[in-house]
């Protein structure tokens, strides 16, 4: 029993599901995630995937993982979402958005794909990495923080990359749309665009690190590689190479020799600013050893004593880790390498610059002992406690703080530092009366004031505790040692007054037990006047004892006496007059002027200060009449002393307390000069300690009079003084800080009063705002920075005035502080002011909307007209425009958030009233894009999204006339439609057009109800409004942003889950208005455009609701017009643009719209009219949706140009349509020509420039050509088809164009210029023509049969031109590429119906011959053959196909008694060539031609080619060439005469019995007995000629020829007809070839007539010299040749059970080789033989001997040239048969044989019969039993060699070889027969087609199989097996058994 689920709602798939295996099931795959309705509590659930919700089913509950999650609107309409983290399940939807566009990239490998496709992999990864750690469930918060703002970067830089839409982000979750206001969006949208300017989503970080000027360096020492054999100290600091400073602290860590690992190894270098990171900083790390003084020490001399000696130096750039634009997510490893200074350690101090400037000489690397020290280095941004929050673990380990050398470029709050750095910088000692210098170490302590020293307060370097003294570094006998070794004093500031540092000199030697005391000095940390050491390098005097004493206190344990005795003497030259003893010494120390030591100091100390003034004026109370001195200096101090110094502000108000009258002005002064230093960016940060110490430390009860009174005093100054603007200035930009001092001071004057005076301090802060209004609203331009400078720090001011006192009330109430700033806002000057007050204003204004009182309605109330006025004001003026679009911004963007908590209608209704209008007029007149726009779009849409029926209805009484109305409304609806149709917003801003879209369809709705109520009756009716609002929904409707089927499945799930579809909302609001309109619709008859574009949106509904629409239409101007013409026309123009080039409609549309209108039209009296318009469009939408479905596809330019032409014809034809029929002129020209297809792309212009006259008519531009007269745009076409006509040698259809033109520019324009251009471009046409040889073309028709074809195709014949070598194998080829699914016609007969009207697509491709037909200019007149060669295969219109058969019994001596031709006859549309290379069968007749008609065609033919020839060696120009094409023409007609060619016909002829049984055929016998003999004549002339032209050496040719010819006269009867009942030949078999059956072409229209009284030239079909095969001829030695037919030895037609045996001739008698020069006429044939030496056979061929030298007589199957080399004959391999191995007979180019790939075998051998008899036919050979041959599918001749070898031996040839002669002697091979080089479908040779084989097991998609009838493709097409079927994904367990069904 089913049951709805009430907990198991959401799963994730885990299993896949077959859902064919049950009833309804529903098919799943591992990952979908589905949504479960009802589960029937047997195992089972039924639901829908996610993926598509509109396909239920049942599935098994097992192979689902439930997860939990929420239900809203339970019910049927309920909605499930997952219970996960937001940033979780926006990853999941992701990555499937992204999944299929990933997939894309793959395969469509374009110009992105390498740059897209893998890092598009990488970041997925990484996302799904993401979103298992956050699902997890074990990150802290702080890390899945920071994993969600990872993600989200990356996802945001993805959708970038890939073009998908913009997520507006609020800390990294997606915003809320409901939620959040439209403004706050368009700020988000503007956020997040910048966001994703970066690479793989890691900007957020780069714009922290660029926004928080604090950075830090996190350095780690892995490990220690040492072989020193003494304990090691390493430092590590920071240095400044530019500069040559160090800019840190030292890091130490310490290492013994027995450990393996550093004491300490992280260290965090603090506070780098962003001055610093452009330094070239380097990580410098020194190495000192501790122990022996030299390495080699004798062990009997060694010492107890442990020294600090110098061992080595490595650096590290930084510099790519502190430039580097990307966020460093793990450290850097840097290998530092040492470098030591055993042997030079006086360079030690210098050591690591000498290895920064590569200064290698300086560098001692033989003795290295320290190979490295590997270092981890990493980048930090932020203050501390940031840090801490961020990188816990960090923290948590133990790290060490490394303090820069001075102060931070920001100081941070709380930040108190004591810090005096002491730098032993240098000394210079005598060396004592020794001959070696000192080993000198330096040992410093600090004492206090009263002499005691100081214990713990020495710091050598972070990382190790504070240390009571130091010893420095010893160089070995080094009496001028360098140290340069920098050490912390960590003294409480309390006692760093009177403290001093004492230097301590020893002599170290590793011979004594002790370190010897003989100097010392010192150095005072405070001055006598109380200030701190100044920073710098200073000289300290050296003291030594007297002998006596020295001897005494030489000990190593001496101590010092009283300090107080050497502190009398002067520390250093800076004492010398201040010291009150003497500058040499006392009589315990004297001075040793011979030694110098120097040191360098620096002090980082918020409490010690170094200014003298600022001590002073800290020690006010020591000096009170030096207070005003002190004051004044103070203005004077850096900042950077003031800041350091804490206790100022307390020392200013304690003098402030003192005296007021006195002081309170300076102090005044003194106070806005600090406040105004704290302002400054570096010390912002310190703002918090200044606000720290006002709330809590800060005592002055009483100072809030004199701040408030000299506050005053400088905005009345501010008028009179100009002098004062400075101070003014200083004193308003300190006004924050001053007015919490105020209220501070007048907070615990009240608690200590009990709240006494409060009227006085109110009339005070009254008279305070008076003065400040009085001074801002004077214009003058030398206060302007000052009303400026108040403005900006106004708004400040407003919390302290409503701080609240205690728990009760606040200072000031919200109406007080309100009416202040309404006041002041209101005084600003508007007229004749500068700019910049205004924006001060506006921005005074911006920061009061922002602030609390625009929170509470109290004040709101109070300040929202006068901001609004203001803004109107600005807006009017078009000023401040930005400032403007932000006020008002932000004041919707509160009113909106505050509108989810209580009304705010009122407020909306004000801004309404005050600005709707002006905003609308603003929108109209800004620049149609950028941020400007789109923030104030954002206000409209917002005030229109806050907007009540209420607000609508106000608006409307508002206005109180019609017209100002009416322009309100068209305002709006003209800015509607401009958003809709402008790109306000860019195209990845999905969701704030969305949001847009939504208000703007709300707000239609709204004043659509207008409309009908005050605009509809025929008295106010306003066409021009209704007009607006139709073109405005229609807009609307068609943007691009609404047309949800282009956008993926994800996103158009989340616009119809939250938008619905507003397409449709807006089609029913069309809709409502279209029938308010009732009879005024005929008034909207320009719309109807407009309406079909709306039809046309794919959407169901929509279409429904506005096809009706068309109708009403017709009918309304119907009834006006009688007729319904202009809306005919908009439909058929606004269709052909629509559909044909914008890709819009479909199938759906053209039904419904048939379907629709015809409905309609059924009970209207003009239905007839009405139906036939409905079915023209609908054929229209047939022919515009085949041409849109064929243009998107480059590689169909058959089906394109097809199409394109059935357009044309549809537009000419039918509609009338001359423009747009030009435009396809123009678009059908653009498809021929990058095919070369220049003659048709001429012959498509032609069509177009004889459209045109000759005049001076202005004509318009169009898509090729500019606007110009009619007569420039013909002469433009003429020039452009003259160039095609020349390009597609097609000249003599450019010579009529050329006098065209030439005839204008002579008479006409008179422009002799361009006259003799088109003149000399003639005469070349004339000389191409006489000079070029043109290759012929084949003719084929292509048949297509069966209904999924095209319509402009389907069931339709055509006869295609093929260009020059184009076969009919490539012709199917090129047809089946484009129709894939195609299966060739393998049938003889016609298809018949059924197969017609099948589903089936069938093609068939067969040559077909031209009927040429004689140009009358040609009319009795003799005409060179080059001329009359052209119109053989060009202007033609007719073509003709033959089939032979045999009728009755056949002869088998003579054929040719029952040889008939099956004549079909096609007419097609047009001539070819024309503006297609095919056009349309229009016209098929069939006929049968008798064997008579057959001879007689035959003979006709021959005599045209001998008359041909003869005429050409006629003329003087062939007179003086090479006469072999005449001989070869004359010997094989009467060769094969002699043969019996004629002989044959008056066999089957002229006999009593065909005269008997034919008695109507008597005037056909007289036909041939004339051609006969008028063959014989032209045969005499012929061999007159040739007898006249025959060099010596052929002469005997020409004897052999005249006693043939005397032997075939004598066959002749005297009477000139044949002789009847001639006997039959018994010649040698050998020499009797069967003829092939064949046909000749009909007779031309211009063949010489019957009665022989005339002769003329007519136009024939000769062989091509490119189309004859080549091969070697072989003659008998008697001079006779044996005839054969081209196609092949022993061809027989199908059908022919009983055909004859075929027998080979032997090659006997002279070779002759091709000749490649000569013209090739028609003539004898002789027979070609050559061996196969891979199979041992021999291949048989058969030409025409004029082509052919005759050299010499051999049986070799390799024939020579008269020089002895092989001849060089071109050509080209043609493909075999995939069903056999054998060899392709290779073909000549020049002589290659003209076949048909597409015609029957029959067809073939008849087409290419050649005879010696002049009738075409050769004597049929009798059969021979040894050989016979079998024909079940094309095959070329190829005769075994045993059979060759037989024929040899009969024939008595020269002897074979016994090698050759026993190869393969028992085996015969398969012959195989074929046209050379073509190979054909074995169903187009005449015989049945075998069975198709068993369907595939699988079909690639798209790619046919073609059957083994199929004609061969090329091997790219060929079909390849399938690949295997991948296997189902693998899981990790089995998939549970399903339960019972």
Request: hydrophobic share 35%.
């Amino acid at each position: 029993m089913w049951r709805p689920t009430t907990d198991k709602k959401f799963g994730v798939v885990i299993y896949n599901f077959n859902g064919s295996s049950v009833k309804h099931g529903l098919s799943l795959e591992i990952g979908e995630t589905v949504q479960i309705l009802e589960e029937d509590g047997q195992g089972w659930l039924r639901g829908f995937s996610t993926r598509n919700k509109n396909h239920k089913g049942v599935f098994p509950s097992s192979y689902v993982h439930l997860k939990k999650c929420k239900v809203d609107n339970k019910g049927q309409y309920e909605t499930v979402t997952p219970v996960e983290d937001n940033i979780a399940l926006e990853i999941t939807s992701v990555l499937r958005e992204w999944g299929a566009i990933w997939k894309k990239f793959y395969l469509g490998k374009d110009d992105r794909f390498e740059r897209h496709y893998i890092t598009i992999r990488k970041v997925m990864l990484e996302l799904i990495d993401i979103r298992r750690q956050i699902m997890s469930g074990d990150r802290t918060q702080e890390q899945l923080t920071e994993l969600k703002r990872i993600a989200a970067g990356k996802i945001d830089w993805g959708n970038s990359q890939m073009g998908l839409d913009l997520v507006p982000r609020m800390e990294c979750e997606i915003a809320d749309v409901d939620k959040t206001s439209v403004v706050e969006l368009f700020k988000l949208h503007f956020q997040s665009r910048e966001d994703t300017r970066s690479t793989r989503g890691i900007l957020r970080k780069n714009k922290k690190r660029e926004s928080v000027p604090i950075h830090h360096l996190h350095c780690m020492v892995e490990k220690f590689e040492s072989n020193v054999g003494e304990d090691v100290e390493i430092f590590l600091s920071l240095y400044d190479a530019k500069e040559g400073i160090f800019i840190s602290e030292r890091f130490m860590t310490r290492k013994s020799k027995t450990e393996t690992k550093p004491s300490s190894h992280s260290a965090l270098y603090t506070d780098l600013g962003q001055a610093d990171l452009a330094r070239d900083l380097y990580v410098v790390v020194h190495v000192v050893r501790v122990g022996r003084m030299l390495f080699k020490e004798n062990e009997k001399k060694k010492s107890d004593q442990v020294y600090r000696r110098p061992y080595g130096c490595g650096v590290a750039s930084i510099n790519d880790i502190l430039s580097a634009n990307i966020e460093q997510t793990d450290d850097i490893g840097q290998y530092v390498k040492i470098f030591n200074c055993v042997s030079s350690e006086h360079d030690f101090p210098s050591l690591h610059e000498n290895i920064i400037k590569k200064q290698t000489s300086k560098l001692n690397v033989s003795n290295s002992q320290i190979h490295g020290i590997p270092l981890s280095v990493k980048m930090l941004h932020g203050d501390m406690n940031q840090l801490r929050k961020e990188n816990p673990l960090l923290f948590s380990r133990g790290i060490n703080i490394v303090r820069k050398l001075g102060f931070a470029d920001v100081i941070m709050p709380g930040d108190a530092r004591n810090d005096v750095y002491i730098t032993i910088d240098r000394g210079e000692f005598e060396k004592g009366g020794k001959t070696a210098g000192k080993n000198v170490e330096v040992c410093m302590k600090v004492y206090d004031m009263e002499g005691k020293q100081i214990m713990d307060c020495i710091s050598v370097g972070e990382g190790m505790p504070l240390k009571t003294d130091f010893q420095s570094v010893i160089y070995y006998h080094s009496n001028q040692p360098k140290w340069n070794e920098t050490v912390k004093l960590v003294i409480p500031p309390e006692k760093c007054q009177g403290s001093h540092v004492r230097f301590e000199f020893r002599h170290c030697s590793n011979r004594d037990a002790q370190k010897k005391l003989y100097a010392f000095g010192f150095m005072h940390l405070t001055r006598a006047d109380g200030a701190t050491i100044a920073d710098g390098t200073h000289e300290v005097f050296v003291y030594k004892y007297d002998d006596q004493i020295y001897k005494f206190h030489c000990e190593e344990n001496h101590r010092f006496g009283s300090t107080h005795i050497y502190l009398k003497l002067p520390s250093g030259p800076a004492d010398m007059m201040t010291a009150p003893g003497s500058v040499m010494g006392n009589n315990s120390y004297q001075r040793n002027l011979k030694e110098n030591f120097f040191i360098t100091t620096r002090v980082c100390s918020t409490k010690l200060p170094q200014n003298l003034d600022l001590v002073a004026l800290l020690r006010w109370k020591d000096h009170p009449e030096r207070i005003h001195h002190s004051l004044n200096k103070l203005t004077k101090i850096r900042g950077e002393d003031i800041v350091k110094c804490q206790d100022i502000i307390d020392t200013l108000f304690n003098i402030l307390d003192e005296d007021t009258e006195a002081y309170g002005k300076p102090v005044f002064q003194a106070l806005v000069y600090v406040i105004g230093i704290l302002s400054d960016r570096r010390y912002q940060n310190l703002q918090t300690d200044l606000d720290t110490y006002i709330e809590k430390h800060f005592a002055g009860t009483l100072a809030h009079k004199p701040l408030m009174s000299n506050l005053k005093l400088c905005a009345e100054e501010a008028v009179h003084y100009a002098d004062k603007q400075e101070h003014v200035k200083r004193a308003f930009r300190a006004i924050p800080y001053l007015f919490k001092f105020i209220i501070q001071s007048r907070l615990l004057y009240a608690r200590a009063t009990k709240a006494k005076e409060e009227s006085v301090f109110k009339e005070s802060l009254k008279c305070l705002f008076n003065a400040m209004n009085n001074m801002v609203q004077f214009g003058g331009d030398f206060m302007l920075q000052s009303q400026i400078m108040l403005l900006n720090n106004f708004s400040s001011t407003y919390d302290c005035l409503l701080h609240e006192i205690g728990s009760g009330p606040t200072v000031c109430t919200l109406k007080e502080v309100a009416t202040y700033v309404k006041n002041l806002i209101d005084c600003v000057a508007r007229e004749n002011v500068s700019s910049e007050l205004h924006s001060a204003k506006l921005r005074c204004i911006l920061d009061t909307v922002n602030s609390r009182l625009f929170e509470e309605r109290e004040s709101r109330s109070i300040l929202l007209s006068v901001f609004l006025n203001h803004v109107r004001m600005h807006l009017v003026l078009k000023q401040e425009l930005k400032l403007c679009g932000e006020v008002l911004g932000d004041m919707l963007s509160s009113l909106q958030t505050m509108s989810r908590k209580h009304s705010v209608n009122g407020e909306v209704q004000l801004i309404v009233q005050t600005l709707l209008d002006n905003l609308l007029q603003t929108l109209l007149t800004i620049p149609r894009q950028g941020e400007l726009t789109g923030q104030f779009v954002a206000c409209l849409t917002c005030t229109l999204k806050l907007m009540r029926e209420e607000h609508f209805r106000n608006l409307l009484n508002s206005f109180s006339d019609r017209k100002p109305l009416k322009e309100f409304i068209t305002r709006i609806f003209i800015v509607f439609r401009e958003l809709v149709k402008q790109d306000v917003f860019p195209q990845d801003w999905m969701v704030m057009r969305m949001v847009t879209n939504d208000v703007i369809l709300s707000a239609i709705q709204y004043f659509s109800q207008i409309l009908t109520s005050h605009f509809l009756l025929k008295e106010k009716f306003d066409n021009q409004l209704w007009s607006s609002f139709f073109n405005l929904s229609v807009s609307f409707l068609t943007q691009p942003s609404l047309q949800l089927e282009t956008f993926s499945e994800v996103k158009r799930n989340k616009i119809k889950d939250q938008y619905g579809d507003m397409r449709v909302l807006m089609g029913h609001e069309i809709e409502s208005m279209w029938h308010n309109l009732g009879d005024l619709r005929v008034s909207f008859l320009s719309l109807m455009g407009a309406f079909v574009e709306v039809t046309l949106v794919p959407e169901t509904e929509l279409r429904r609701t506005t096809l009706p629409f068309f109708f009403d239409m017709m009918q309304c101007e119907q009834k006006l017009k009688g007729n319904f013409r202009q809306v005919e026309s908009e439909i058929i123009d606004k269709l052909d643009l629509l559909v044909g080039a914008m890709n819009k409609g479909d199938e759906e549309y053209r039904t419904l719209f048939y379907s629709i209108l015809t409905e309609r039209l059924q009970n209207q009296p003009w239905k007839a009219t009405g139906l036939s318009f409905v079915s023209t469009v609908a054929r229209l939408l047939d022919t515009l949706l085949d041409y849109r479905s064929v243009m998107t596809r480059d590689d169909e330019k058959f089906k394109q140009m097809s199409c394109t032409m059935n357009i044309l014809k549809f537009y000419k034809d039918e509609l009338k349509k001359e423009d747009m029929y030009k435009r396809y002129i123009y678009k059908l020209h653009d498809l021929h020509v990058p095919e070369k297809n220049y003659t048709e792309a001429a012959f498509t212009l032609r069509t177009l420039a004889h459209s045109l006259q000759w005049s001076n008519k202005p004509l318009r531009e169009d898509e090729e050509f500019p606007r110009q007269t009619e007569w420039q745009r013909k002469e433009a076409l003429y020039q452009k088809i003259i160039d095609l006509f020349d390009k597609g040698q097609t000249w003599e259809q450019g010579i009529p164009l050329c006098k065209e033109l030439a005839m204008q520019y002579e008479s006409k324009a008179f422009d002799y210029a361009k006259l003799g251009k088109i003149l000399r471009k003639q005469a070349d046409f004339y000389e191409q023509i006489q000079n070029n040889t043109r290759m012929e073309t084949d003719f084929f028709r292509i048949s297509f049969y069966g209904l999924d074809f095209p319509t402009f195709l389907r069931n339709k014949s055509l006869v295609m031109r093929a260009r020059v070598f184009e076969r009919g194998d490539g012709i199917l080829q090129m047809i089946q590429t484009e129709f894939p699914a195609a299966l060739v016609w393998t049938q003889h007969q016609q298809p018949d119906e059924e197969v017609l009207q099948s589903h089936v697509q069938y093609i068939e491709v067969r040559k077909v011959n031209p009927i040429p037909e004689e140009p009358e200019l040609f009319h009795d007149k003799t005409v060179p053959e080059k001329i009359l060669k052209y119109y053989e295969t060009n202007d033609v219109k007719k073509f003709y196909f033959d089939r032979p058969f045999h009728r009755g019994d056949k002869d088998p001596n003579n054929e040719f008694k029952s040889l008939w031709l099956d004549r079909t006859r096609l007419t097609i549309s047009s001539t070819i060539p024309g503006i297609l290379r095919w056009f349309e069968v229009v016209h098929t007749e069939k006929v049968e031609v008798s064997p008579l008609e057959h001879a007689i065609e035959t003979m006709q033919k021959k005599n045209k080619e001998l008359s041909c020839t003869i005429a050409t060696y006629t003329s003087e120009e062939y007179k003086n060439t090479s006469i072999n094409p005449l001989s070869m023409c004359l010997n094989g007609v009467i060769d094969a005469a002699v043969m019996g060619g004629i002989k044959k016909y008056q066999e089957a002829f002229f006999v009593p019995e065909y005269a008997a049984s034919h008695p109507r055929d008597g005037i056909l016998l007289d036909r041939l007995k004339k051609h006969i003999l008028e063959q014989v004549d032209i045969l005499d002339k012929g061999l007159r000629l040739h007898g006249e032209l025959a060099p010596p050496d052929v002469k005997p040719l020409q004897a052999k020829l005249e006693n043939m010819f005397a032997s075939m006269k004598n066959t002749i009867s005297a009477q000139g007809s044949p002789i009847a009942g001639h006997k039959t030949s018994t010649g040698n078999k050998l020499n009797q070839v069967v003829p092939p059956p064949g046909t000749i072409p009909p007779p031309s229209p211009f063949t010489p007539p019957d009665d022989g009284t005339t002769f003329k030239l007519s136009l024939q079909e000769p062989m091509e010299p490119s189309r004859r095969p080549v091969s070697t001829i072989s003659t008998a030695s008697t001079g006779s040749s044996d005839s054969t037919s081209s196609s092949g030895v022993g061809t027989i037609p199908e059908g022919d059970e009983d055909a004859d045996e075929l027998e080979t001739p032997t090659p006997e008698g002279p070779v002759w080789v091709p000749r490649e020069a000569s013209p090739i006429l028609p003539g004898n044939v002789g027979t070609i033989t050559t061996y196969d030496n891979n199979s041992n056979s021999t291949l048989l061929m058969h030409l025409p001997s004029a082509n052919f030298h005759k050299i010499s007589t051999s049986s070799k199957t390799k024939i020579y040239t008269k020089d002895g080399s092989l001849p060089k004959v071109p050509y080209r391999p043609r493909q075999m048969s995939r069903m056999s191995s054998e060899p392709a007979l290779l073909q000549s180019s020049p002589t290659m044989s003209r076949a048909s790939s597409n015609e029957s075998f029959e067809e073939n051998t008849a087409r290419r019969s050649w005879d010696g008899s002049g009738t075409g036919q050769a004597p049929r050979i009798p059969p021979r039993p040894s050989v016979r041959l079998s024909m079940p599918e094309p095959r070329m001749t190829h005769l075994s060699s045993q059979s060759f070898r037989e024929d040899l031996l009969q024939r008595k040839a020269p002897d074979i070889p016994q090698k050759k002669r026993n190869r393969r002697s028992n085996s015969v091979s398969p012959t195989r027969l074929a046209e050379p080089g073509a190979f054909l479908p074995a169903t187009q040779l005449g015989e049945p087609a075998p069975p198709l084989p068993p369907k595939p097991s699988g079909k690639p998609n798209g790619v046919g199989v073609p059957s083994r009838q199929s004609v061969l493709l090329p091997a790219q097409h060929a079909s390849k097996p399938l690949p295997p079927t991948p296997a189902a994904p693998q899981v990790r367990k089995p998939p549970p058994e399903l339960p019972p069904s």
